[in-house]
Structure formats: structure tokens, C-alpha cells
């Protein structure tokens, strides 16, 4: 089965973050975009934050035939996919994932160009001062010493970082000894002569000399350091004086041992060897383990690991080396396997600036700047069951595991901090690595780790682990370092101290040749000496000898004239050397001049940027002071702006409430107009029935009277009823009609067919639907009446005897009911007429007032009332008939019923 149809169009599955050595990730054939990256929450430090740099490089395969799992996809990309062997163990589910980096190397990526993308920026960060960490994450036998150490010919990062970093400061380095480091992680300096002493009591002890340069240097270290890339840093300051330390230790089942520690032989107190017998000089002596202490600025160190002064790539490369030896000879004696121990190597780099001349280091310790960078070459990253270690081995892979998995639980809490802005505790102390390099991460500096993989298919499942943890260390952050300030010499020190010194001894030999040129100065004597005649045998041994004498007396003369010689040009040589030097000192007093001249000008100078900065200090002052008028200014505007709008809020908090208040009263006013209006639309008609139907009374009334004088003047003949006796008017006035005023003529119509009174009269009760319940207990009350709403023609026909309740409005307020009575007729033309004879008067009192009884208009009711025969409504209209047929009413007036065209 091949791959996705494209290498880009598979996805990397993420998967949920439950631990670092999780189950392997569910298939999934979900096509996708680039692997996406969780926004990282940016802290409220406002220092800038830069992430781990995390680089991958893919080894070749051991062998052609070998099945690969990771593909290089592009520079920044790499994709895994399950081995043959594992799809089948896993029913054939096939998936592959992909992971992005910084950049990935690929297997045919050199050395070089991993250097100069990784390594060269934190070596270019050492020399500007500051912090760098570059570890090799991966499985045993994936590359990580390949890559951090290199094989001869092919040097890896650590020999390419050395030779950078002493192409860039060569020139510039300090004597040795003049920087000191203290056993506190801090270092010193001193003055040349201290240096020097220093050395020279060195050279005088018999062991063990630090390799000079100049020595003949191990040809394998030579092949390893050989790297010809004369890669060196720009803009090195100069007016700087720089040493390099290096140390070396190795982290072994959570035990830090400095491999560069010479252990002296003590025979008086001898060490134990690890076959439990004494040792003896030339023993292997086990390495004792160092701690870890934290310096004044925070800094992790291991207390009394030795750090030595390296002068050139060659020295560090060799001091490396026998620490690498010695890791390798401990490991075989110890039975220890190295691919379980941490290496690292720690370059230090000390630098301070010239003193004012140029000429010696500034013996100032606050402007020394010590940095450094640690290369760390991790112990392999895969399970211990891989390496089938047994017994104490299995425990101390345990433990190395342990240091790796607290790497990867420190970096996991770092990057939950960071991303979701939480505070919780990294447990760096858990394990001597992560404590080491605390302050990388919780400090500043420039963290980079580059992954190495191996491709070949058995380390499948330990690679994607490797793949995980470096996707998840790209997220963490570390704080960016500052650039440290300038020493505030005036720059281009060194290279003024160094023209004047070539200036000096340029001039010096042009004058009379080098003065301290011993050579030339011998061969000068040489040739006088050559010169100069030798002295003749001048013994004389016979008396006869003539030529002895002579010749000596000639060499002699020879040599007094060249003595003479000789002292005329001594004598020309101390008059030229007397001029040279009168020249030189009027060169050196111009010289003087000059300086004082320039001296004037530069103080002069001085004093007008001193008061220039005295002017900007007090300007600076004067707006500091101002920031803070205005600071406080816009403190108050704020405060009340605040409170107008707390006090705004309220007010417009209380509108609404009113507002609501308003609406809700409205709403009842309404209510209450409405049920009044109501109420008065009521009574209002009530009273206006009530008014019309008074009226029409009245009206009625009036229309008998004219009825009845019309009769009275039409039938002046016919015959008179009976008048009623002024007598029995008079003893019955207990009823006292309302009525208008009686007319004393007879009825207009003739009493026929009149219904026997005795036979029992019947009542037609006419109760308009208009009357009020007046809810009185004493109401009228007439038996077997027909009681009708309307006036009706058959009720009327069915009695003799009608009554009309009428209610109206009296002029107290009181309601007033009426009752009008008839008597009923057969008419002429077989229709029913009424003949009123009586109208009754009922009205309310207040109880605590008289009696409500009827006829209220009776001002002087008789004291027997209540008992008298008055009370009986038929007993009182009948007569009440009787009085108005007779003289009360005078003749009764007759009303005739017409139910369709009345009501009342
Ligand atoms: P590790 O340190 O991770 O255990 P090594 O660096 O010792 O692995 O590598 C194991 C072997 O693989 C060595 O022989 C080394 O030369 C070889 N090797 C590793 N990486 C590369 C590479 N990029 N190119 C060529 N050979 C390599
Ligand atoms: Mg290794």
C-alpha cells in the first residue's frame, strides 16, 4: 500500500495531549491542511518571547535494503507512516503523519549547513554576550553525536562552534590569567603582571600542562577540527578582550561527573577501585559526583567543575577530547552504557573592555560579561526494554528515562503556562538536566534543539514519540535576551593604541635601525670583529728575528687607526643619536602640544555636553515632572468620569422607574375614568327616565283634566256620579294623594261593566323594567296581581284593577317610587280603558330618621300607623277610588291602554 496521492494532502493527526508516552493515535484518512498550531496566549510581560527553535535531521539508512518510515516531505516538513510489519500487527490500519519544523535537514544535508543554520546565530550570541542552549534530542544510534561531535573529516556543531569562535576573537584574546573564574559562577580579572606571575608559577609546576597551541596536536583531533570554513562573526567588538573556558560533564543516572577533573593520586587515602581492591597509581579512579548550586543572578553551575582557559580551537578540541576519553574509559570500567548518560559541554566566553588607552583590560569586575553556551548531546530517548538492560542497568535506565521524562514533563507545564496563562510550578528539580538548564527557560537566552531520526522502520514507534515531543517544544516560549550595554569608552580604542605603537617603532628605525634588533646588531660587531687585524705571534725567539716586531708594529697601527675610527663614528653616532633624540623630543613636545591642543578641545567639548546633558536632564525632569501633572490630571478625569457616569446611570435608572410609575398610573386613572364615566352615563339615563317619566305623567294628567272638561263641556246634561261625603274625606286623609288637584266633576266615562269589587278584585301590576330595586324591606305588595313590564291589553282584559310603579328622582337625592292606580274598563269599541283614581306616594328615610312608610308626604302620620287598616295596599285603593270618584280626585280620569304605542 503507497502513501497519500501527495505528500502534502495528508494530514498529522493531533492528538489529545494525555501524556508523553501515549497509545499510538487512531487512523484516520482525514485529508487536511497544514498541521495548525494553537494560538499561544501572549504573556502580559511585555519582554519579547521568542519559541524554541526546533530543527529535524533525517540520517541515511544503515543499509539501502532497510524499510524507511520518514520521509522528508519539504524544508519544513516530515512525514511518518507505519511500517509493513506494524500494519499487519495492526489489521492493516495504514496512516501517515506529518510534522513540521524550523527546517529539516535530510540525509544528504552537510555538516556545514546545519551548522550555519543552527548553531552559528547562538555562537554569534555568545560573543555579543549572551545565553544559548542547543541539545540533540533522539533515539540510540539516530545521529545526535554525529551531529554534535562529527567524525573525523567531518566535524560536527561543537568543533564548528570553537572554530568560530575563535576565528572572531583571535585577535582580540586576553592574556592567559588575566580572567579568573570564581567557584561561584562568577568571574575576575587582573592586572598583566598578576596574569603573568600567574603563568609563570603554571610553567613551573611538572604536571599537567593544558595543551598550548604550539605543541604537535593529535592528528585524529586534528582531523576532527579541521573544518577550513573560516566562518567568523561580524562586528566583534574590539575595544573588547575576550577568553574562552571550556568544561565538560556528563549527567549519568541522575549524577553529575565532571570529566575534565584531574583526579590526583593520594596513596595515603586510597580510593577503591570497582573490584573492591586498593587502588594503585595508575588505576582507574572512580569520578566523584559534583552538585548543583544556583549564583546571585539565579544561574544553575556545578559547584567545583573545572573550567579551563582554551586559547585556540586546537586546545578546546583536545580538552574535549580527553574528556570524551575519559567518559568512554569510565564507562567500560563501570560497565555503564553511554548512550544512557547526558553529555555537556559548556563554552564560556569572558569579555571586559580596554581601559581608556587601549593598551590593558578596564579592571572594573561590573564591566566583565561572562556568557555561555551549552551543547548538550541527550542520552538516546527510546524505552528501556529496547536496549534489554537487566538489574542495576535497567534501574539507571530507569533513572536516565526519568531525567528525559521530567525533560518533557518540565516543557510540557512550560508550554500549558504560557498558552493558557497559568502559573503552574515546572519541576525542573526533579532531574539534574532540567535543573542545569532551568534558567534557560525561565530566564533568557536562545534555546534550539534539532531531533534526530533514524528512518529505518524499527524505530517507528519510538521516532513519532520523538515527533510528538518536538511539536509540543516548538509551542514553548523563552524570553528573548537583552543587548547588553556599552561600556561608554569612546569606541576604536585598540586600533589608536596599536597605529601609535606601529607609528613609535617605525620612526625608531628609521632613525639608527631596530634597537632591540639583536641580530643585526651582532652582525655589525661580526663585521668589525671580522675586521679587525688579530694580534701576530709576538714572542721573540731569536735575536735575530726582524720581522716579528714590524708586523706587530704595523697590525698595531692598523688597529689604532680603525680604534680612531671607531671613535670618530662613535662620536658621529652619539652626536646623531643626540639629535635624533632632541628631534624626537621636540616631536614628542609637538606631539604634546598637539594632545594638550586636542585635550583642550575634547574637555572643551566635554564641558558643552556636559551641560548640554545637564540642560536635557533638567528637561527630562521638567517633563517627568509634567507626565506626572498629567498622569494625575488624567487619574482625576477618570475618577470623575466614573462617578458622573455611576451618577448618570442612576438618574436614568430612576426616569425609568418613574416612567413606569407614570405608565402605571395612567393605567389606573384610566381605569378609574372609565368605570366613573360609566357609572355617571348610569345614572345620568336613570335620572333622565326617571324625569321623562314624571314628565309624561304630568303630561297624562293634563290630558285627563282637558279630557274630562271637554266631557264636562260636551255632556253638560248627563247624569252626575255620586260625590263622595266632604265627611268620609275628611276621616280618611291618612293617604294623602299627590295627585293633581281633584277635580270635582264626574268621570268622562260612564263606570259599565265594572267587575264586582266583592267577587275579588284582580290587580294588572305594571313594573316597568327601568324601576331601581330600592332593596327596602317594606315593599308593596299586592295579591294575585299580574304583574306585567309593559302595559298589556290581555292582562288588562283579565282585571279590574291596575297599578303603575313609578320611580322618580325627589328633590333630596331620595328615590321616589309612585304608585298610580286605576280602575278598568270595557270601552265602547271592545277595548280596555283605565280610570286612575289614585296616585300613592313611597319614599326612603334614613332609619334614624321617621319611618319609611308610605305617604311620606304626610307630615303628621297618626301614632296607630302601623296597625291601621292603611297598610293594606287593596284596603287603600279601593279607597282611595272612593275618594277620588268622590272629591279628592274629583272624577276619575280614565286612561286607555295602548300597549304598542306606550311605554312608560
Ligand atoms: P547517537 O549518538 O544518536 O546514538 P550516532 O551519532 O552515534 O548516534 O550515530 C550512529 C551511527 O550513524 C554512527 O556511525 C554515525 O556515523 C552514523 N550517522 C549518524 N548520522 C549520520 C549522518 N547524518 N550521516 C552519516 N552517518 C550518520
Ligand atoms: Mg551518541
Given at each position: 500500500m503507497g502513501p497519500g496521492p501527495a505528500g502534502y494532502g495528508w494530514a498529522r493527526v493531533r492528538p489529545a495531549r494525555s501524556g508523553l508516552a501515549g497509545p499510538p493515535l487512531t487512523p484516520s484518512h482525514s485529508r487536511a491542511k497544514k498541521p495548525r498550531r494553537p494560538a499561544l496566549k501572549k504573556p502580559s510581560n511585555p519582554s519579547l518571547k521568542d519559541p524554541v527553535g526546533v530543527y529535524c535531521r533525517v540520517r541515511p539508512l544503515g543499509r539501502p535494503d532497510q524499510e524507511c518510515c520518514i520521509e522528508v516531505i519539504d524544508e519544513t516538513t516530515v512525514q511518518i507512516h507505519p511500517p509493513d510489519g506494524y500494519r499487519i500487527f495492526r489489521n492493516g490500519e495504514y496512516r501517515e503523519t506529518q510534522y513540521s519544523f524550523k527546517e529539516v535537514f535530510g540525509t544528504l544535508v552537510a555538516q556545514k549547513k546545519l551548522f550555519d543554520v543552527v548553531a552559528k546565530p547562538l555562537v554569534e550570541d555568545l560573543i555579543r554576550g549572551k545565553n544559548g542552549l542547543l541539545f540533540t534530542y533522539g533515539v540510540t544510534g539516530s545521529g545526535k553525536t554525529h551531529t554534535m561531535t562529527g567524525s573525523p573529516g567531518d566535524g560536527g556543531l561543537l568543533p564548528r562552534c570553537l572554530d568560530m569562535i575563535f576565528n572572531s576573537i583571535g585577535p582580540f584574546q586576553a592574556k592567559r590569567f588575566v580572567f579568573k573564574l570564581d567557584d561561584k559562577n562568577g568571574v575576575d580579572v587582573q592586572c598583566e603582571v598578576d596574569a603573568l606571575l600567574e603563568r609563570q608559577k603554571r610553567d613551573a609546576m611538572p604536571v599537567p600542562k593544558t595543551p598550548s597551541g604550539k605543541r604537535q596536536i593529535d592528528p585524529e583531533i586534528a582531523d576532527m577540527i579541521n573544518v577550513q570554513d573560516h566562518c567568523k562573526v561580524e562586528e566583534v567588538d574590539e575595544d573588547n578582550v575576550y577568553s574562552v573556558f571550556v568544561s565538560y560533564i556528563e549527567i549519568y543516572n541522575n549524577y553529575i561527573y565532571d570529566l575534565l577533573e584531574e583526579a590526583p593520586f593520594e596513596p595515603i587515602k586510597p580510593k577503591w577501585n570497582n573490584c573492591n581492591t586498593p587502588l594503585r597509581n595508575g588505576d582507574f579512579i572512580p569520578p566523584q559526583s559534583k552538585i548543583l548550586r544556583e549564583d546571585q543572578n539565579h544561574n544553575m553551575y556545578v559547584m567545583g567543575c573545572t573550567e579551563v582557559e582554551v586559547k585556540s580551537t586546537e586546545e578546546a578540541f583536545e580538552v574535549f577530547w580527553r574528556g570524551q576519553k575519559k567518559r568512554h574509559i569510565a564507562n567500560t570500567q563501570l560497565n555503564r552504557e553511554s548512550s544512557r548518560s547526558h553529555s555537556v559541554f559548556i563554552i564560556k566566553l569572558a569579555q571586559a573592555p580596554l581601559d581608556a588607552d587601549g593598551d590593558n583590560v578596564l579592571q572594573e569586575k561590573e564591566q566583565i560579561?561572562?556568557?555561555?553556551?551549552?551543547?548538550?548531546?541527550?542520552?538516546?530517548?527510546?524505552?528501556?526494554?529496547?536496549?534489554?538492560?537487566?538489574?542495576?542497568?535497567?534501574?539507571?535506565?530507569?533513572?536516565?528515562?526519568?531525567?528525559?521524562?521530567?525533560?518533557r514533563t518540565c516543557i510540557e507545564v512550560l508550554r500549558e503556562n504560557q498558552m493558557y496563562g497559568i502559573n503552574k510550578m515546572v519541576p525542573y528539580r526533579d532531574s539534574k538536566l532540567t535543573h542545569l538548564f532551568k534558567n534557560y527557560f525561565d530566564g533568557e537566552g536562545k534555546v534550539r534543539m534539532i531531533v534526530c531520526v533514524n528512518p529505518k522502520a524499527e524505530d517507528y514507534e519510538e521516532s513519532l514519540q520523538v515527533m510528538r515531543f518536538a511539536e509540543m517544544t516548538q509551542e514553548v516560549e523563552v524570553t528573548r535576551p537583552v543587548d547588553r550595554p556599552l561600556c561608554g569608552l569612546t569606541p576604536g580604542r585598540r586600533f589608536r593604541n596599536q597605529a601609535f605603537q606601529e607609528e613609535l617603532s617605525r620612526k625608531l628605525e628609521l632613525r639608527g635601525g631596530p634597537i632591540d634588533g639583536e641580530p643585526e646588531e651582532q652582525s655589525v660587531l661580526e663585521t668589525f670583529l671580522q675586521n679587525f687585524p688579530p694580534l701576530p705571534a709576538c714572542e721573540l725567539l731569536d735575536i735575530n728575528d726582524d720581522q716579528t716586531l714590524p708586523k706587530l708594529i704595523e697590525v698595531l697601527e692598523k688597529r689604532h687607526k680603525l680604534r680612531q675610527m671607531l671613535s670618530k663614528e662613535f662620536s658621529k653616532a652619539v652626536l646623531d643619536l643626540k639629535a635624533m633624540l632632541q628631534e624626537f623630543d621636540c616631536s614628542v613636545a609637538s606631539k604634546e602640544n598637539q594632545i594638550k591642543v586636542t585635550l583642550s578641545d575634547k574637555e572643551k567639548t566635554i564641558v558643552r555636553q556636559k551641560t548640554e546633558i545637564e540642560r536635557l536632564e533638567k528637561k527630562i525632569k521638567t517633563l517627568e515632572y509634567k507626565i506626572e501633572i498629567l498622569e494625575k490630571t488624567a487619574t482625576i478625569y477618570e475618577e470623575d468620569k466614573r462617578n458622573l457616569q455611576q451618577e448618570l446611570e442612576s438618574k436614568s435608572q430612576k426616569l425609568q422607574r418613574q416612567a413606569s410609575d407614570k405608565r402605571r398610573l395612567e393605567a389606573r386613572f384610566q381605569g378609574m375614568v372609565a368605570e366613573t364615566t360609566m357609572k355617571w352615563e348610569r345614572e345620568c339615563e336613570r335620572r333622565v327616565a326617571a324625569k321623562q317619566l314624571e314628565m309624561q305623567n304630568k303630561l297624562w294628567v293634563k290630558d285627563e283634566k282637558l279630557k274630562q272638561l271637554k266631557a264636562i263641556v260636551t255632556e253638560p246634561k248627563k247624569e252626575k256620579p255620586e260625590r263622595p261625603s266632604?265627611?268620609?274625606?275628611?276621616?280618611?286623609?291618612?293617604?294623602?294623594?299627590?295627585?293633581?288637584?281633584?277635580?270635582?266633576?264626574?268621570?268622562?266615562?260612564?263606570?259599565?261593566?265594572?267587575?264586582?269589587?266583592?267577587?275579588?278584585?284582580?290587580?294588572?301590576?305594571?313594573?316597568?323594567?327601568?324601576?331601581?330595586?330600592?332593596?327596602?324591606?317594606?315593599?308593596?305588595?299586592?295579591?294575585?296581581?299580574?304583574?306585567?313590564?309593559?302595559?298589556?291589553?290581555?292582562?288588562?282584559?283579565?282585571?279590574?284593577?291596575?297599578?303603575?310603579?313609578?320611580?322618580?328622582?325627589?328633590?333630596?337625592?331620595?328615590?321616589?317610587?309612585?304608585?298610580?292606580?286605576?280602575?278598568v274598563f270595557k270601552t265602547r269599541g271592545g277595548g280596555q280603558a283605565v280610570q286612575f283614581t289614585d296616585i300613592e306616594t313611597l319614599k326612603q328615610e334614613s332609619p334614624t330618621g321617621r319611618k319609611r312608610r308610605s305617604s311620606p308626604s304626610n307630615p303628621d302620620p297618626p301614632e296607630d300607623a302601623a296597625d291601621s287598616e292603611w297598610t293594606d295596599v287593596e284596603t287603600r285603593c279601593s279607597v282611595a277610588v272612593e275618594m277620588r270618584a268622590g272629591s279628592a280626585l274629583g272624577p276619575g280620569y280614565e286612561h286607555h291602554a295602548k300597549p304598542k304605542r306606550r311605554k312608560p
Open positions: 560579561v561572562l556568557s555561555q553556551l551549552s551543547l548538550v548531546d541527550l542520552a538516546g530517548s527510546e524505552r528501556t526494554n529496547r536496549t534489554k538492560a537487566e538489574g542495576n542497568r535497567l534501574r539507571e535506565a530507569g533513572n536516565i528515562n526519568q531525567s528525559l521524562m521530567t525533560l266632604r265627611e268620609r274625606d275628611r276621616e280618611k286623609p291618612v293617604q294623602r294623594s299627590v295627585s293633581p288637584s281633584p277635580v270635582p266633576n264626574a268621570p268622562p266615562v260612564r263606570l259599565r261593566h265594572r267587575r264586582s269589587r266583592s267577587a275579588g278584585e284582580r290587580w294588572v301590576d305594571h313594573k316597568p323594567p327601568s324601576n331601581l330595586p330600592t332593596e327596602t324591606v317594606m315593599q308593596p305588595h299586592v295579591p294575585h296581581a299580574i304583574t306585567v313590564a309593559a302595559a298589556s291589553e290581555k292582562a288588562l282584559a283579565k282585571c279590574d284593577k291596575y297599578m303603575l310603579t313609578h320611580q322618580e328622582l325627589a328633590s333630596d337625592g331620595e328615590i321616589e317610587t309612585k304608585l298610580i292606580k286605576g280602575d
